[in-house]
């Protein structure tokens, strides 16, 4: 099965930017979503961003809306979570995961079976 692996993420200041990447790893990503979720210190994971890898379905939290967005990259089997005017709260281990979730299910963490060991991302000055 498909293996994401995440990286790109760091430190930055409030109001910065920083782009993660999901790349796979044994296989591709064809026939799948790929989904973002991040975990702050003390609160559970939560969904942040999709995007099937097949056709133009992407979808991001609500609440983010505005300031992240998802894209994919075919030539490099790799999808990308463009996160702009950062802010601490945004400070989190983010998580890359693979699945097939029906669309109106592709928020729900457990359609997704393979998942990476994500990439922390600490928005401080």
């Known amino acids: 099965q498909v293996q994401p692996v995440e990286s790109g993420g760091g430190l930055v200041q409030p109001g910065g930017s920083l782009r993660l990447s999901c790349a796979a790893s044994?296989?591709?990503?064809?026939?799948?979503?790929i989904g973002w979720f991040r975990q702050a210190p003390g609160n559970e994971r939560e969904f942040v961003a999709v995007?099937?890898?097949?056709?133009?379905?992407?979808d991001v939290a609500d609440s983010l809306k505005g300031r992240f967005t998802i894209s994919k990259e075919i030539a490099k089997n790799t999808v990308y979570l463009q996160m702009n005017s950062l802010k601490p709260e945004d400070t989190a281990v983010y998580y890359c995961?693979?699945?097939?979730?029906?669309?109106?299910?592709?928020?729900?963490?457990?359609?997704?079976?393979?998942w990476g060991q994500g990439t922390q991302v600490t928005v401080s000055s």
């Open positions: 995961a693979v699945g097939r979730p029906i669309w109106g299910s592709r928020s729900q963490q457990s359609l997704y079976g393979s």
């Open positions: 044994g296989g591709t990503f064809g026939g799948y979503a």
């Open positions: 995007i099937r890898w097949s056709g133009g379905n992407k």
